[in-house]
Structures are given as C-alpha cells and as structure tokens.
C-alpha cells in the first residue's frame, strides 16, 4: 500500500502547477484522500483539498477558487490542479489518506506520500 506524489517543481507567480498522488497496492476510489502541505522543519501539515470515495471534494479557504482536486479512477490517481500561484504557496505538498482529528479538522493518515516540493518564486 502506496502513495507516490509527483509534479512539484519551480514555478513564477501567477503560474500553475498540476501534482498527481499514484497509489499502489489499494483502490483510491474506496477512501479519502487528501492533499497537505508541511513547511520545512514543522511539524504541522496544513489540510489543502480532499476528494472522498463518492466524488466530493472540499478545499481550505485560503486555496477555494484556485486550487481543484480530481481523480482519474482507470489510472488510480488523485490530481491536484493549483492555478494563479502565489510565493506563500511555496511548500512540501503531499497526499494521504485523510482522517478527522479531535478538533473536527482534517489530518493525514496512512498511507502517506513522501511529498513533492512547491516553490513559486516572485
């Protein structure tokens, strides 16, 4: 059981990106999955997007209107789609399974991806 991200790289602002989270090993149509993205040397990973098994996505308020979260269900494969980027989107960005925390909020679970970095640059 697997998750691998990937797409990350350097980008201006304005610009966009697409990140994929392949999965191994199990079906990601049957869970949530989410996206988050963890500062170096943090320990908090901030919830950005999740598209749960029936197809419902939700975002974070700081990204709704320019980030998007899909799934490709032949390729097993959750997308992120980050439009009109901004230097504060700079991070490790990485999918996991998703689970509700005690304060009701979204955190990661397992699996979980290693990451792939995001830098947009001014």
């Known amino acids: 059981v697997q998750l691998q991200a990937s797409g990350g790289g350097l980008v201006q602002a304005g610009g966009s990106l697409t990140l994929s989270c392949a999965a191994s090993g199990f079906s990601l149509s049957r869970h949530a999955i989410g996206w988050f993205r963890q500062a170096p040397g943090k320990e908090r990973e901030a919830f950005i997007c999740?598209?749960?098994?029936?197809?419902?996505?939700d975002c974070s308020d700081s990204v709704k209107g320019r980030f998007a979260v899909s799934r490709d269900d032949a390729k097993n494969t959750v997308y992120l789609r980050m439009n009109d980027l901004e230097v504060d989107d700079t991070d490790l960005y990485f999918c996991?399974?998703?689970?509700?925390?005690?304060?009701?909020?979204?955190?990661?679970?397992?699996?979980r991806g290693q990451g792939t970095q995001v830098t947009v640059s001014s």
């Open positions: 996991a399974s998703v689970m509700i925390g005690v304060d009701l909020s979204y955190i990661p679970g397992d699996p």
């Open positions: 999740l598209i749960n098994s029936s197809g419902t996505t």
